[in-house]
């Protein structure tokens, strides 16, 4: 409604109309009222549809974002097909525009305020799901330290509920599987996050049946170690529906369009950055001897070696004593100019050739060389997985702060994860997220 009025004042100000002339009679600013009308029910409708007002919320900032984007953006679209059908009244398409930009910038703003009134009010324990746990093992600790950390979540871990009576997870045991219903009322549990191991397969049918009638969430992590994979979707073959453990993420029309993003913006920032590489190519010669660019075999979709391109930042012949190895915080063989180019990652930027060339994409696991592909692949259950899809510029272990010299198992799990969800909305996140990291500058070495 705030939008709509404003919207209706700044067009037909005198201010305005001295730009813009209105070219008929004034319309009524009832019309309008009842625009700001239809437009609000039908964000709201989309927007609680689309479940964007339950709380506790576990989603990032980011990803609510582009989700309020999508719905709000499809209501006005909405609008726009009963207008074009409704032809009682003439609406000012000058006036429509600004509708848009003041109502989404006003949407934006309050969903902003919420999440911080939100925290605010989480970590003051006001409002919170309490939780318990089922299962002991690894899933359940991340789980556990993945919500303590982030008091965004809503939720607080009231303790266990185990099927052998212990836990090596720091929090109280409040019952077994056998006694759950009296423990989650006794404690006033409202959501159950279920995280079994793999050698006590009956704790989730056993929890299912003796928590019938209780009115409480449930949530459920897969044993991805069991199965080697997470599970994305149901399918229904002949009436018997069958979970999907593994699928190719870029057939068909969705390997186009990935490719199709990756020329687009590949384009675009080698245009942006044309400046600042002829800048370094210059630095790099006045500052020492040798090639602009660094060849180096890397190994990238299905397990295709190819030449990672990047400007040189080391000595010529840097590896000559030590052999491959990774570069190190305050590496002696990093040239003056190459601190500076690693620093911010413009070392990375011949890269883009890379992605216009197909052997890269903008967003994907970090290539990694030969030699340590190959200790990697017998060390590290699943590290196959990465080379599903192309290598990428930059990657969601990265802007998780997973970059240089940091443990390769939990790189690959972030990879993985990456591998098992791609979609465009999660590169474009990537690359948001990439800008912010460049300028923490973490692992930047």
């Given amino acids: 409604m705030f939008g709509t009025w404003l919207s209706y004042t700044f067009r037909f100000s005198e201010m305005f109309t001295r730009f813009v002339p209105v070219v008929t009679s004034l319309p009524p ?11 609000s029910a039908l964000t709201i409708l989309l927007l609680s549809g689309g479940g964007m007002y339950q709380f506790p919320r576990q989603d990032g900032y980011f990803d609510e974002m582009m989700n309020t984007t999508k719905y709000f953006l499809t209501a006005f679209l909405l609008l726009l097909a009963i207008l074009f059908f409704y032809r009682n009244a003439s609406f000012s398409r000058v006036t429509i525009i600004f ?19 939100r925290k605010w009010i989480y970590m003051r324990g ?19 330290e993945q919500i303590n950390s982030k008091p965004q979540f809503g939720i607080a871990i009231i303790g266990c509920i185990g099927s052998n009576g212990r836990n090596n997870l720091g929090i109280p045991i409040i019952g077994n599987i056998n006694d759950a219903p009296q423990a989650i009322r006794d404690n006033n549990i409202d959501t159950l996050i279920a995280a079994p191991e793999q050698n006590d397969p009956s704790t989730l049918p056993d929890l299912i049946k003796v928590c019938y009638g209780l009115n409480v969430d449930f949530l459920y992590m897969p044993d991805v170690q069991a199965i080697g994979t997470r599970p ?19 057939d068909g029309m969705t390997g186009l369009l990935k490719r199709t993003f990756d020329v687009a913006f590949a384009t675009f920032f080698l245009l942006i950055a044309s400046p600042v590489m002829i800048t ?3 630095l790099i010669k006045l500052s020492s001897k040798g090639p602009l660019l660094y060849r180096q075999p890397r190994i990238g979709l299905s397990e295709m070696e190819f030449d990672c391109l990047k400007f040189r930042s080391m000595q010529v012949d840097a590896e000559a004593n030590s052999g491959p190895v990774w570069a190190t915080k305050n590496d002696s063989r990093v040239t003056s100019i190459g601190k500076f180019m690693r620093r911010w990652s413009l070392d ?6 890379n992605v216009m060339r197909g052997d890269m994409s903008l967003v994907g696991p ?16 699943g590290y196959h997985e990465r080379h599903r899809v192309r290598a990428g510029l930059t990657g969601w272990a990265q802007v998780n702060g997973l970059r240089g010299d940091t443990p390769i198992t939990d790189r690959t799990i972030f990879d993985r994860f990456y591998v098992e969800n791609w979609s465009l909305t999660f590169d474009l996140k990537i690359i948001l997220l990439t800008l912010q990291a460049v300028v923490k500058g973490e692992n930047a070495y």
């Fill in 126 to 144: 006001i409002a919170i799901r309490r939780a318990a746990i089922i299962g002991s093992g690894e899933g359940a600790l991340r789980i556990i």
């Fill in 232 to 250: 994305r979707r149901i399918v229904e073959v002949g009436g018997t529906p069958l979970w999907t453990l593994k699928e190719n993420p870029f």
């Fill in 29 to 39: 600013a009832m019309w309008y009222v009842w625009l700001s009308l239809v437009f």
């Fill in 280 to 282: 370094l190519i210059v």
């Fill in 348 to 353: 990375e930027l011949p890269q883009l050739w």
């Fill in 366 to 381: 970090r290539p990694e060389r030969p030699e340590f592909v190959r200790k990697f692949e017998k060390e590290i259950d």
């Fill in 99 to 117: 509708l848009l930009l003041s109502s989404g910038t006003s949407l934006f703003v309050t969903r902003s305020l919420g999440r911080k009134i």
